[in-house]
């Protein structure tokens, strides 16, 4: 096997690669759903110059006598896009719709093509800078790949073992200190916290399994998945009481038809019971709000012991939901007649089980 040397003398490093894309496999294995073919390869060269091709058409369209829609965008008129694109990756691979997929993929990278540009019209920064940057934080952060030598030219400062020995828990242990290394500056990390690591801007299913993640790394988590349970069930009644209390506090405030006027005037007394009522009621509010988000936190760090995703689970419900609907809506129509606004809530339920029933059959059948 021929192996080509890419240089990056302006960040010190220089490393071995092979002239393919993604290593070559000894015995080829086949992905799931490919139905027996072979992995495939693509030169690092046929992969510069398609990149290449891109960047160039991305750049004609932000040029003076490009499209006037790409020329009028900014940053903040791209996000929305930025999320859209991401969540159409997420469904092309729940659906595991690969042609699909390979599409969704390059509208995901116009995002990063077209925030470059802009960038570089502005004089910021260009998509070779946002490569670099790249390149230097893997070729950093993979000192048992790479060596310690490359590691630490391309910047790293932290003190980690690169003999691995294969395991991907030492491969995530040095990945953690190298990154503490970067946001330190090699420094002193005093004041500063482990959990700023996790970036607030993300959604919070993940923020949270993410603060579960790094507050385990110390030791502070549960030791096991049934103390989970434990702890669900225990902040479950905890919301139980703050609701409770929050609807005992409404019942004390005093609405508008229930004022004891006394000669146009409400009585001083009255006035302060019902400003008092209405704090007593905020404040409920923000305890009922917190106890579900304790829940909530619980439950993600469940599903982070069981080595599921909150978010994806989630996403898979809200797939089995939107199903199930669309067949209660279905049968409602074609054998009752009716809109789902129009049958009675017991109607309603014996739809939904009978619902849960024909699409649990449908997809044992397609499984066979």
């Not at 003076?64 to 020329?71: F, I, T």
């Not at 042609?99 to 070779?128: K, P």
């Not at 229930?258 to 905020?282: M, P, S, T, Y």
Request: glycine residues 8%; contains cysteine.
């Amino acid at each position: 096997m021929f192996a080509c040397f890419v240089s990056a003398p302006l960040a010190g490093y220089s490393i071995g690669m092979e002239p393919s894309s993604r290593p070559v496999l000894a015995e080829p294995r086949n992905p799931e759903g490919s139905h027996g073919a072979h992995p495939l390869t693509s030169t690092t060269r046929e992969a510069a110059t398609a990149f290449a091709e891109s960047v160039a058409i991305m750049a004609r369209l932000r040029g003076p006598v490009g499209c006037p829609w790409d020329r009028e965008q900014s940053f903040d008129s791209i996000r929305k896009y930025t999320l859209e694109e991401t969540y159409e990756v997420l469904d092309a691979i729940e659906r595991r719709d690969w042609v699909n997929l390979a599409e969704e993929l390059g509208d995901l990278l116009l995002q990063v093509l077209f925030y470059s540009q802009m960038a570089a019209d502005e004089g910021r920064f260009t998509i070779a800078d946002v490569l670099e940057t790249l390149n230097r934080k893997l070729i950093r952060r993979h000192p048992h790949v790479f060596g310690e030598e490359a590691s630490a030219a391309a910047g790293n400062q932290a003190i980690v073992d690169a003999q691995v020995d294969g395991s991907a828990a030492r491969v995530l242990a040095n990945w953690e200190q190298i990154k503490i290394a970067e946001k330190s500056g090699g420094g002193s990390s005093e004041g500063s916290s482990l959990l700023d690591q996790v970036q607030r801007a993300q959604p919070a299913l993940s923020e949270a399994s993410k603060i579960g993640s790094k507050a385990a790394k110390v030791g502070f988590d549960w030791s096991d998945w049934r103390d989970l349970l434990a702890k669900v069930s225990e902040e479950t009644n905890e919301l139980v009481a703050a609701v409770e209390a929050r609807e005992a506090a409404q019942r004390q405030i005093p609405l508008g038809n229930d004022r004891q006027e006394k000669q146009g005037q409400v009585q001083e007394q009255e006035k302060q019971g019902q400003v008092q009522g209405q704090r007593r009621g905020a404040l409920e509010h923000a305890e009922v709000e917190a106890e579900l988000g304790d829940l909530l936190f619980t439950a993600v760090n469940l599903g982070r012991h069981l080595g599921v995703d909150a978010e994806m689970a989630l996403r898979g419900t809200n797939a089995r939901f939107r199903q199930r609907f669309r067949e209660m809506e279905r049968v409602a129509g074609e054998s009752h007649g009716k809109l789902l606004s129009e049958l009675e809530p017991a109607e309603l339920e014996a739809l939904w089980s009978g619902a849960k029933l024909t699409l649990s059959q449908t997809a044992k059948g397609a499984g066979k």
